[in-house]
């Protein structure tokens, strides 16, 4: 019978936006495990939500954070883009009503070809949903990383990055928090130790800048 719920529940989820085709969601079973994990263990509210693609479903926030009560919960899935975090907000985020949202998204929508215009787009499409459900919770955003495999990129990186660094800016309760020039070293490009060998995912080396750049604002929302 749970299974049934959860399935139906993904499905819900995946329901197009009206006058579009139907789409295949390549998440489905992502949703329903999240789906299933809040059924068997609820989030409490008033909590730290962490959402976004494989560099914040490898982040180790539990262990990082350790103080927090509740823990932070990470709902990120890898391969994930913002238009997926929005066709999802639900699940991941909003439901669970948390005191402080922490968004990883960007890289994998640049990758994949999508236009700036249409990645910011579903970025304020994101956040404005957040803020209008959740208007007492701050939104934390980690703006697409530098990484060696995707250097080609750097320029619509640096694009798609000003776009969001703009957003956060225009709106009270809203942080860009700029990993960036710790991530490079001084030839300016993205510092080797901080990546595994396909130089896309970091190491703990990596993961040790993001917990330092957001410990500040996880500890001044916990108190």
């Keep these: 019978m749970l299974m049934t719920c ?4 993904a499905t819900v989820l995946a329901q197009p936006a009206q006058g579009t085709k139907p789409q295949t969601d390549r998440w489905a079973a992502a949703m329903e495990e999240f789906a299933l994990q809040d059924e068997r263990s609820p989030y409490p509210e008033g909590g730290v939500v962490l959402t976004g693609s494989s560099s914040a479903r ?3 926030v539990e262990q990082a954070f350790p103080e927090l ?9 890898g391969g994930s883009t913002y238009r997926d975090l929005v066709r999802h907000a639900e699940l991941l985020v909003l439901k669970h009503r948390p005191r402080l949202v922490i968004l990883y998204s960007g890289d994998n929508d640049i990758a994949g070809g999508r236009s ?3 990645i910011q787009g579903e970025f304020e499409e ?3 949903r957040i803020r209008a459900e959740l208007p007492e919770a701050t939104i934390a955003v980690i703006p697409a990383k530098p990484s060696p495999s995707r250097w080609e990129l750097v320029d ?17 309760g809203m942080v860009y928090v700029d990993i960036w020039p710790a991530m490079l070293g ?9 990546f595994r060998d396909d130089n896309l995912h970091m190491t703990p080396a990596g993961y040790t800048i993001w917990n330092d750049a957001v410990r500040e604002l996880v500890q001044a929302e916990q108190e």
């Design 58 to 60: 490898l982040w180790g």
């Design 116 to 118: 700036i215009e249409s």
């Design 156 to 172: 619509k990186y640096h694009a798609l990055n000003a776009e969001i660094k703009n957003v956060c800016g225009q709106h009270e």
């Design 69 to 77: 009560d509740p823990p932070i919960l990470n709902r990120g899935f």
């Design 186 to 194: 001084d030839d300016g490009r993205p510092r080797p130790e901080l």
């Design 126 to 128: 994101l956040t404005d």
């Design 6 to 9: 959860c399935l139906h529940a």
